[in-house]
């Protein structure tokens, strides 16, 4: 599967943004989804994923309460909605999939497919 990811942008601290990450080449609803941000001169650390169906959300713990992720199976696209916005945000933000349906998985090698990347920055 091909993954394409977009809207990134700056923003102001406590301002929000949509993250989108359309996928391609196979079949979408088969992968668990998620996203992944790097931070500079840092490793690459798990943000959400989302189940098969999207009913199930898992979140890492800096960033509950504040990010949602969604997806929409009929157009092959997953969302990082992204509210309450702080500098430590500042990454550059992968959108990723893997196959089976455990979508509780946070390590970056137990997700098989990547997209590019999207910049999102934060200021203060």
């Known amino acids: 599967v091909q993954l394409q990811a977009s809207g990134g942008g700056l923003v102001q601290a406590g301002g929000s943004l949509r993250l989108s990450c359309a996928a391609s080449?196979?079949?979408?609803?088969?992968?668990?989804m998620g996203w992944f941000h790097q931070a500079p001169g840092k490793e690459r650390e798990f943000v959400a994923a989302t189940s098969l169906s999207g009913r199930g959300t898992y979140y890492s713990v800096s960033v509950k309460g504040r990010f949602t992720i969604a997806r929409d199976n009929a157009k092959n696209t997953v969302y990082l909605q992204m509210n309450s916005l702080k500098p430590e945000d500042t990454a550059v933000y992968y959108c990723v999939a893997r196959s089976g349906n455990d979508f509780t998985r946070a390590n970056a090698y137990e997700y098989d497919y990547w997209g590019q990347g999207t910049l999102v920055t934060v200021s203060s």
């Open positions: 080449g196979s079949t979408f609803s088969r992968y668990v």
